[in-house]
């Protein structure tokens, strides 16, 4: 199979729900190949990290967007994706990160155990009782999207009853990230960047007129301060972070639940040992990443893995690949918590590396193992439906039975050294 071949199953629905043989295809073809004019796919993890960190290396800006999307001002997508952190370079980017910045300062983020630790027990509860009959509970509905969504959202000052609204909205936007878009999933999108914006409009206006403790306070005053955030930033931005803010964790815990489940004695040690929850998902992310690919252009000319990208070529950075890349992980295919421990590029690198990276680990690191020691007898139930994108992978529906729970008190779980290998 050749690149052309390999990427064209990749995109297609089947490459989209298991993306991990299309890649060893490429990979065998090396860790940086050519597939078009002045188009490049990158496999190898080395090269990614090199790539993501090169300040020749940018996302796509105004001025290149201009050149292939001349209406993108028009789509109410793209201009929200367009105007955000995510998709600026300094030193634009640095302005608007570094506003955001302080809500996800490791200090604040260890701050929030205690809460992320009360909702997860709460949502474990209401599981428990839609489940205490064997009727299958969907683990995505009731624990994988409230979780995060509740989490973001506080830090955001969005008001509890307003939350169910965001995973509808937020799933359409996120289309606009995949690699390829149809016209009507354009509309579609455009139709979930409309509603995300006016609701953050109206609560623009609300934080105006009565400030809060929250971050949309503090990016309305940086806007109304004068010149570090302009409207349309402010809007771009505070639509971003809610939605980068749950849909990969969202995936994280749906990904890795699914990973444990298929891995019984794994799951067993942790619920054991909730001590080496950072090692785990730090493997869970590696082993399924919620995030499976980033775009970038090079400025000059950069050379990489054999490989010379001239100036203005496309990269297809695929990171569920270099996750998998067995020169940085051997025997990758293999669920291994155990291994040593080589932070994945599932949060990219760099400048442009998941500002939320942190807090998704920590709701990782309290969820996993307390879903696992509260509800040992869980249990997959009938057939998981996977989510049709690339970008970012996860499920639609996870069912699942509860069992007979354990008491939110046991939380206590003795600490202890491990076994060996699982």
């Known amino acids: 199979m050749d690149v052309a071949e390999a990427l064209a199953v990749l995109m297609s629905p089947q490459g989209r729900v298991d993306p991990y ?32 960190r090169d300040a020749r290396v940018q996302v796509l800006d105004d001025h290149l967007r201009d050149d292939l999307l001349p209406a993108w001002r028009d789509s109410p997508a793209v201009s929200s994706i367009a105007r955000s952190m995510l998709r600026t370079n300094p030193p634009d980017h640095s302005r608007m ?27 474990v509860d209401m599981m428990a009782a839609a489940g205490r009959d064997g009727t299958p509970v969907d683990f ?49 999108a455009d139709a979930g960047a409309t509603e995300l914006r006016g609701y953050f409009t109206e609560l623009v206006a609300a934080r105006r007129r009565r400030p809060a403790d929250d971050l949309t306070t503090a990016l309305v005053q940086a806007h109304d301060a ?8 402010l809007l771009a931005n505070l639509v971003i972070l809610l939605v980068a803010g749950f ?5 994280l815990l749906g990904n890795g639940l699914a990973v444990l489940l298929a891995h019984p004695g794994a799951a067993d040690v942790l619920r054991r040992h909730p001590e080496h929850a950072p090692a785990y998902v730090d493997e869970l992310l590696r082993f399924d990443s919620p995030v499976q690919l980033t775009t970038r252009t090079s400025s000059e000319t950069v050379r990489v893995g054999g490989a010379e990208l001239v100036a203005g070529s496309w990269i297809l950075l695929l990171l569920g690949a270099a996750n998998r890349d067995p020169r940085r992980y051997p025997t990758p295919e293999r669920f291994d918590p155990w291994r040593a421990q080589l932070a994945p590029l599932s949060f990219g690198a760099g400048p442009h590396y998941c500002l939320g990276a942190g807090l998704a680990r920590l709701e990782a690191q309290v969820a996993v193992p307390l879903l696992l020691r509260r509800l040992p007898g869980l249990a997959p139930a009938g057939t998981p439906r996977r989510r049709s994108r690339l970008t970012l ?30």
């Open 21 to 52: 043989p299309v890649y060893e295809r490429l990979r065998g073809h090396g860790p940086v190949v050519q597939a078009g004019p002045n188009m490049y796919v990158v496999t190898g993890y080395a090269e990614a990290d090199e790539l993501l």
């Open 247 to 251: 849909e990969t964790t969202t995936n």
């Open 226 to 233: 004068g010149d570090r955030l302009s409207g349309e930033e």
């Open 97 to 123: 990160r570094r506003l955001a910045a302080g809500a996800f300062t490791p200090r604040r983020i260890a701050a929030m155990r205690d809460v992320v630790t009360a909702q997860a027990d709460e949502l």
């Open 393 to 422: 992978r996860g499920y639609d529906s996870l069912p699942v039975t509860v069992g007979e729970p354990a008491p939110a008190a046991d939380h206590g779980a003795p600490a202890g050294t491990a076994p060996g290998t699982p």
């Open 140 to 188: 995505m509905a009731e624990f994988a999207y409230p979780l995060p969504v509740g989490v973001i959202c506080a830090l955001l000052g969005v008001p509890t009853a307003d939350r169910p609204l965001f995973r509808r909205w937020a799933a359409d936007l996120t289309g606009i990230l995949e690699p390829e878009i149809t016209p009507a999933e354009l509309a579609v």
